[in-house]
């Protein structure tokens, strides 16, 4: 039998890419090696190809298991570099395996480890030609079994997983490609070998690695081991060589770590008394990438030929949308990949870097074009790395930053090394959906961090890709002859939600819109105006807005009054709703506010988990007409995204109910044409006056301040629209952000005034709520027998008139024509904002006795132009 590992293949890849070990790209000039410092300091020597220092240097890591790290310059994980250097360097070894295979290369399956050889593995795979490629992951992906896994014993992270779409891309006999930017002891791909071998057995392996550093001893474990299985194992390789490791180098190295540590902690300079840690001075933008529909992101569930000719087709326009959004001027450009997502950013980076060489005439900065854009690219990665700011040392700088994909294995830090003062006028964050989270927007998150180092980010996301499963929705199985089989999924593609501060003035982690902007759209009418083109033409109330009610001083101190009387009432029923949910609806809920009266609530919500569990529940925001039903483009995305199980509609309050039984008829209705099931339409509200739900923070009928205004205290939002020439049938409703009324904005003081009351009432909550999750709590809908009789006493003959409630009749008179109030005989404070406006609208306010609400709002039964019925559309009388 032939040598189990070709020797003759590794000989001739020490001459390989002979010019590509010497790119240096953004390595120290000079005669300075990158690893001299540490060599200098623990004795660390790196031996053999004389090219090994231009290829890799040294750094420090923060691991019980190994102190040294290996740092290439030319993979695009920790040091930037040019994209045609890295992926060159895995197209060349790709071809040698193509070679070294002959025939055989076109059964063969390459598959790269995660995190640091995802990129490499998709390169060799190109360099191949005519293999698919698969990628080891950390990320479990709800519905697709793992098809084997293996342990890197030396990794930060060491659990990988193989979830391949097709099961039979691992099960066959032809070789496998296994790619690893280093081997320092063969422990990985014996882990590896060991797993699938077993599965599937087959009779050739090819290793490849931008660097072979394994002892002798380890280099023979690997022949013996290929030997014991009865399996040929080549190995190719760009260069080899030993690390040479004195005595103790571990203990020394924690050491080493620790004072560099605690010196670099005393030099900090500590922010001032009350400021933010780190004040953002870049400014963040999202692109569009215009992604393939149903193209993978990657290979974590395999990419094939046919995959990545869509992608060499469709990346000249992708790069150049990138280039149109650069800033004027720019001349060093990173883009930054994310963790396993390496390869969709890298051949981003490489696209635009061609397009860029290939434009070098002036568009709109002729002094910058002239010299060209210089473009770099690396990831972030979840490797803990010490930094030291010197020519010697490979990782000069480090972003810390916390996870923001939601890892299987808890929260934790993240890293981007060697991005802070290196000079980069514009970084593009390349993310998938998935990690398209709160966590990346918020103070701190990687966003933020490099805002605080370049002045211009661009954010641009790739959908993560789900393999198709007939039945992932389905509890019930796969379709039988006796069930229709679901309908196809549209094709496609829906738009990331929209985040404050550029829609909203919540923070990006609170809440996102799944809206569309209209802001640039006049929408606004008069309410007289706009009830008599509703009535005239047929219009739904939907397709045109009020004007936003401006509040005077006087009713801006009714307000605030209000906030400071009723703050703890609130946050206790926040705390009693939320503590419901948790305990009955889903450990970790998706919380849905219907906007925008409920996302003030569902904002709340989430504070509260957060301050009760330490929970970070998602949330988003979607829209729901009257008439219309739910966005169903919406629920598409939530389906899309996450369990619909565990998706939580949240309101503000109940009137009679008609919203509760809106949203029961739409989900009804989308399951029908969708075949998605799981979505719960029960709501969760705030207050349930009218006994219309069994999730609720309270029955009372009080005043609930963040009903006294409209987007003052709604995230500047306006309320939702859909109309059929600004809404199409791929698209989500819209809204208006009304940035000018900034100034008179109390979104955020009215959170901060309920939340900062959560831990004097969360006892008191806690408790209330295990009460009512052993109470009965079946709706009785006596607010709903109330409208009808409040209907017929007063002669209006409509329940679509009479709105019950605080907020319903705040809402009469902020919105539409009113004809009178009905108040609860002695009514206290809940109402002086609703005499007030009714004093200045000129609207009569009866006291009634025994009434159920503490007021209700009539609709002037005469007057039609403010009144609309159950459809939508102006009630005739």
Known sequence: MEKAVNEEVRRGARDAV????????????????SGSWVAERLGVELAGDDRLTGLL??????NPKRAHLLVSNVLGKHVPQSPAVVYGHGVALGRRVRELLGDQAHRAVVLGYAETATGLGHAVADGVGVAPCLHSTRRPVPGVAAAGGFEESHSHATSHLLLPEDPGLLAGDGPLVLVDDEFSTGNTVLNTIRDLHARHPRRRYVVVALVDMRSPADTG?????????????????????????????????????????????????????????????????????GWPKGLPDGGRHGFTPAHRARLDDALPAMAGRIADALPDGARRVLVLGFEELMYAPLRLAHALEQRLEQDRTPRRAPAARAGGTEVRFSTTTRSPVLAVDDPGYAIRTRLAFPAHDDPADGPGERYAYNVAGAGFDAVVAVVDSAA?????????GLLAELAAHTPQVLLAVVPSYVPAAPDRHRPDGPDTPDSPAAPERPAFMLPEPLRGPAFSSYAPEEVGWLLQDL?????????????EAIQSGGAHYAESLPVEYQPSEQYQELFRAALETSAARLAHAVGVVTETVLAERSPRPVLVSLARAGTPVGILMRRWARH??????????????????????????????????????????????AITRELAQAVKEFEKAHGVTGF???????????????????????????????STVSGLISRTVLRADLVGPDDFHGAKFYRELAGADASVAFLDAVSARFPEVTDAACAQ??????????????????????????GIHDVNLVKPGVGETTRVLLRRVPWKILARAGAGHDLDHVRLLAAQRGVPVEEVAGLPYTCVGLIHPRYTRGATGADGHAVTL
Do not use: M
């Open 18 to 33: 002979r010019d590509g070990s010497r790119a240096g790209g953004d390595v120290p000039a000079g005669n300075v090696w």
């Open 57 to 62: 240097g040294l750094a420090l890591r923060r």
């Open 221 to 289: 474990r690997l022949d013996g081991f290929a030997r014991g299985i009865g399996a040929h194992v080549d190995l190719v390789t760009t260069v080899s060589g030993t690390v040479r490791l004195p005595e103790g180098v571990l203990e020394k190295g924690r050491e080493l770590v620790a004072r560099q540590e605690a010196q670099a902690a005393q030099e900090a300079p500590r922010p001032a008394a009350g400021a933010e840690a780190r004040t953002r001075t870049g400014r963040v933008a999202r692109i569009g990438l």
């Open 436 to 444: 398209d989270t709160p966590a990346l927007h918020a103070p701190g």
């Open 519 to 531: 802001s640039d759209v006049t929408l606004e009418a008069p309410t007289e105006e706009r009830e």
């Open 612 to 657: 009760r569990h330490q929970l970070d529940l998602p949330h988003y925001a979607v829209s729901i007409v009257r008439g219309r039903g739910i966005d169903a483009n919406a629920l598409r995305w939530l389906a899309e995204h996450h369990d619909p199980r565990d998706v939580v509609f949240v309101d503000g309050w109940t009137g009679k109910g």
């Open 680 to 710: 719960d339409p029960e709501i969760a509200v705030l207050a349930d006056p009218g006994s219309c739900v069994r999730t609720y923070g309270t029955r009372e009928d009080y005043l609930i301040p963040s009903a006294c205004l409209n």
């Open 769 to 794: 709520a295990k009460e009512l999750l052993a109470a009965d709590r079946t709706p009785g809908w006596e607010g709903w027998a109330a409208v009808e009789r409040i209907s017929e006493e007063y």
